[in-house]
């Protein structure tokens, strides 16, 4: 039923699980430079790594992520720049939640007793740790 590849759903990184490995590996190059133009984007992108991709493959890459509303962009010479509209941890809590929520409308009720009954065999400290990380949010 998950339309994503092997790949992709065996991926250690969630977002890449979620976006894919090249558009995860953007959006963290993204978050260290905090802005890139495509170029200065392919550029670091190419750095220790065998298989080039050409400048129009990364604008593509680029623009989807843009269309997604993961970039925000300003005019810069006859390109743009660009920059995370959000952190790796504010993307990450709203793909939660948009999962959760289609979980629950889909499935409604039989979902909160199978969320419930996951939960019940956890140990103290990790129901403490998991109510942390969402206190965080």
Known sequence: ?????????????????????????????????????????????????????AYTTVLTLVSRLWQRGLLAREPEGR?????????????????????INRLFDDFGEIALARLDARLGPLEPGQRRRLAQAARKR
């Open 1 to 53: 039923m998950d339309r994503r590849s092997e790949r992709q759903r065996q991926a250690k990184d969630p977002l890449a699980r979620y976006l894919g490995a090249v558009q995860a590996e953007l959006m963290g190059i993204f978050w260290t430079r905090e802005s890139a133009t495509v170029r200065e984007l392919r550029d670091d992108l190419h750095r220790g790594r065998r298989r080039k991709l």
């Open 79 to 99: 390109g743009f720049r660009y920059r995370p509209a959000k952190t790796r941890e504010e993307l990450l809590a709203e793909l939660s939640d948009e999962l």
